[in-house]
Nanobody, 121 residues
Framework: QVQLVESGGGLVQTGGSLRLSCTAS????????MAWFRQAPGKERELVAR????????YYEHSVKGRFTISRDNAKNTMYLQMNSLKPEDTAVYYC??????????????WGQGTQVTVSS
């Protein structure tokens, strides 16, 4: 059984920071891409950042580039998303995902339960 468990969401003011964590269990994801997606009410789920598990290859959606940093700790099977300079438009449920990769949700087989991030103005 593959499980992804997120933590670290919450309520923060504009300009604040949060760090999300995603811990994988049941399988080693060394050969998989891992990613953070987010979904705001009434909007489609969108890719925020992606990291190839076995390399430092990363991708960021343009609106978060320079503010968010994706990283991973292979020894702990854990991925992180450091979010700085948060804006109200970053408010969404954030999901971690693992799979073949790409820019769309269809490229990821495994999903966490989601964690709410709310940025107040």
């Amino acid at each position: 059984q593959v499980q992804l468990v997120e933590s670290g969401g919450g309520l923060v003011q504009t300009g604040g920071s949060l760090r999300l964590s995603c811990t994988a269990s049941g399988r080693t994801f060394s050969s998989y891409a891992m990613a953070w997606f987010r979904q705001a009410p009434g909007k489609e789920r969108e890719l925020v950042a992606r990291i190839i598990w076995s390399s430092e290859n990363t991708y960021y959606e343009h609106s978060v580039k320079g503010r968010f940093t994706i990283s991973r700790d292979n020894a702990k099977n854990t991925m992180y998303l450091q979010m700085n300079s948060l804006k109200p438009e970053d408010t969404a449920v954030y999901y971690c995902a693992a799979g073949v990769g790409g820019f769309f949700a269809s490229g990821y087989n495994y999903w966490g339960q989601g964690t709410q991030v709310t940025v107040s103005s």
